[in-house]
Nanobody, 127 residues
């Protein structure tokens, strides 16, 4: 059974940085797409960044140039480096994984495409 455990959230001031981690266990798939999504109070969950097993990445326009997604295959850990944080980045951040052939460059933002979700980690950015 695949499990994802997210960590690394916290409270920072505007302009600060955080690195989120998502430890994955229980899977043996060679083809996958993993990503970070976020949900602010009163808003729908939205995609932030995804990476697939080929190393391709995609980012939401709102985070391009500020966030970087990476994957350490040896540690089975997904990361999201968040720099130049803004108050509008405040949200619960979730990691997710898809194992049905989803690729980062082909419409990767549909929530229903992801098979497994982590529990979420809160990011709060104050102005």
């Amino acid at each position: 059974q695949v499990q994802l455990v997210a960590s690394g959230g916290g409270s920072v001031q505007s302009g600060g940085s955080l690195r989120l981690s998502c430890a994955a266990s229980g899977y043996t798939y060679s083809s996958y797409c993993m990503g970070w999504f976020r949900q602010a109070p009163g808003k729908e969950r939205e995609g932030v960044a995804v990476i697939d097993s080929d190393g391709s990445t995609s980012y939401a326009d709102s985070v391009k140039g500020r966030f970087t997604i990476s994957l350490d295959s040896a540690k089975n850990t997904l990361y999201l480096q968040m720099n130049s944080l803004k108050p509008e980045d405040t949200a619960m951040y979730f990691c997710a994984a898809a194992f049905d052939g989803l690729r980062a460059g082909v419409r990767p933002w549909g929530l229903e495409q992801y098979n497994v979700w982590g529990q979420g980690t809160q990011v709060s950015v104050s102005s």
